[in-house]
């Protein structure tokens, strides 16, 4: 697997540095209207997994599918996909970023 | 700030009302507290609404005025209240502060809920209304979803099992099997719930609460204007609402709710009491992992044991603190916006003697209503007159 894990789309203040997984209108921290585009490295631990067997309606074409709450390093808490229903990890499992797909970051077990 | 009673209580079955709009449920129940409030209908200063998802399944919003209508109410003010799952326990707070600070002498709660006539996707895609779709709701996540990232986090801390989860489910469709107004009541064994079918890994079918209809209905009335009510008043100590992270990831910990935390916290200032005196509740089971989270969120049971002590008995009638004695959302079933009035309905019963899955000398109940992923919470503690 190649070293780089590719980098999540992130929002972060110009005024106080803060960073924020977004979307959102102004800064968490300092209140400021000044949230920019951000990128942090896409590599981080897995908090927690379960994988969707009834989707809501809009989701219904893609079968069963892993949603995961992602800790990044850069310290951003992101919900997310797993790359495969069956992906599964323990808990505090290292995982990547696999792709970006409809602007959901999707993972896969690093 | 005047002292509240609640005097009428009104609920229909919880359950499929076939070919019943919002409207006959919302009527039903709330003509039948207005009945036994032991106050005027000229009496009724405010009303409030309690309803989530009117109009994505019904196509009808402005339930409020409609039922006050129908009701032969005044020109009052009538205020629908949403906060998705929350929506009923907003509504009877609001209703609390109206009486409370004098704005008015009585009023009018109801919560109703009417979804079994829509599809599973469409259900779920209308509940999903309650996630910040910013964020959360673009990974596809849903509800049982939730619960079910929470489920392992809770099982890494605390070592929870299956079975254990399993004794809460058992636990309250068993109380639904003696509550007459309840959907689901079942006698369940750890063996059907564990070949359930999956639905949100680790949770499977039984650790659902169903789709529901129904309606509910409370009058709040001034302490000092309560003169002909014909069964006991029971008095409200406290009704606090709070707010917590719309998003999953804005909490900081998946097997606690801030919301839920901070509102037991100001309910039991409020009441002066704190959780040992409290004789029963009925607290947001949506699903069976919820009901682990929000005992230990209440102070209830003690941090990572909401499992343990439903597979030790503590938590059904005649235990430590016995929860959800009607059923809960679990087995009596989630109309969602009238979960919040319904619990209230069974509080009053239990504080009068009269429920069907009684708890004994009960003196002091607490209610707990949680919308969405944790965005809004309503915690309230009634009292027998006499304790």
Not at chain 1, 8 to 19: H, I, M, R, T
Not at chain 1, 36 to 60: E, H, N
Request: proline share 5%; aromatic share 4%.
């Amino acid at each position: 697997m190649p070293a780089s894990a590719g980098f999540v789309e992130v929002l972060k203040c110009s005024a106080c540095g803060a960073l924020d997984a977004g979307p959102r209108e102004i800064c968490p921290v300092c209140h400021a209207p000044a949230l920019q585009p951000g990128k942090v490295p896409g590599a981080g631990s897995l908090l927690s997994w379960t994988v969707i067997r009834r989707p809501p309606a809009a989701f219904r074409a893609e079968g069963s599918y892993a949603v995961a709450v992602i800790e990044l390093d850069a310290g951003v808490k992101v919900t997310g996909r797993l790359d495969s229903p069956d992906a599964g990890g323990q808990l505090g499992a290292r995982v990547v970023l696999a792709e970006s797909k409809n602007g959901v970051p999707v993972f896969r077990l690093a | 700030m005047r002292d509240v009673a609640i005097t009428g209580i009104g609920s229909t079955l919880f359950g499929k009302h076939e070919g019943r709009g919002l409207e006959s449920l919302a009527v039903e129940a709330a003509n039948t507290a207005l009945r036994n409030a032991g106050v005027s209908r000229k009496e009724i200063g405010a009303l409030y609404l309690g309803n989530f998802i009117a109009g994505p399944l019904s196509g009808q919003e402005v339930l409020a005025g409609i039922v006050a209508d129908e009701l032969g109410l005044e020109n009052i003010p009538c205020t629908k209240v949403e906060g998705a799952c929350a929506s009923g326990g907003i509504a009877f707070r609001h209703a609390v502060l109206a009486v409370s600070s004098g704005m008015c002498d009585a009023a009018l709660v109801v919560g109703v809920e009417k979804m079994t006539h829509a599809s599973g996707g469409q259900v779920t895609q209308a509940l999903n209304c309650a996630m910040d779709n910013r964020s959360d709701g673009p990974s596809g996540l849903t509800f049982p979803g939730l619960f079910g990232l929470a489920w392992r986090i809770h099982a890494a801390k605390y070592g929870t099992t299956r079975d254990e989860v399993s004794s809460v489910v058992i636990k309250n469709k068993a109380n639904g099997l003696k509550n007459p107004l309840a959907q689901l009541g079942a006698e369940l064994t750890f063996d059907v719930i564990r070949q359930s079918q999956p639905i949100a890994d680790p949770i499977q079918l039984y650790d659902c609460c169903p789709v529901s209809d129904g309606a509910a209905a409370i009058v709040v009335v001034a302490k000092d204007r309560v003169k002909d009510a014909p069964d006991l008043p029971i008095d409200v100590l406290a009704s606090v609402q709070t707010r917590g992270s719309p998003r999953i990831a804005g909490h900081r910990d998946i097997v606690s709710f801030d919301a839920t935390v901070k509102a037991a916290e100001f309910a039991y200032r409020a009441a002066g009491l704190a959780a040992k005196d409290i004789d029963f509740v009925e607290l947001h089971d949506c699903f069976s992992m919820a009901e682990i989270i929000d005992s230990e969120d209440l102070g209830l049971v003690p941090r990572g044991m909401g499992a343990k002590w439903a597979a030790e008995g503590r938590t059904r009638v005649g235990g430590d603190i016995p929860i959800n004695p009607s059923g809960g959302l679990l087995a009596k079933g989630h109309p969602v916006g009238a979960t919040g009035v319904g619990q209230l309905y069974e509080a009053v019963l239990q504080l009068r003697g009269l429920h069907a899955n009684q708890v004994k000398d009960a003196g002091i109940g607490m209610t707990h209503n949680l919308g969405g992923s944790g965005i809004a919470c309503t915690v309230s503690i009634l009292k027998r007159p006499d304790v």
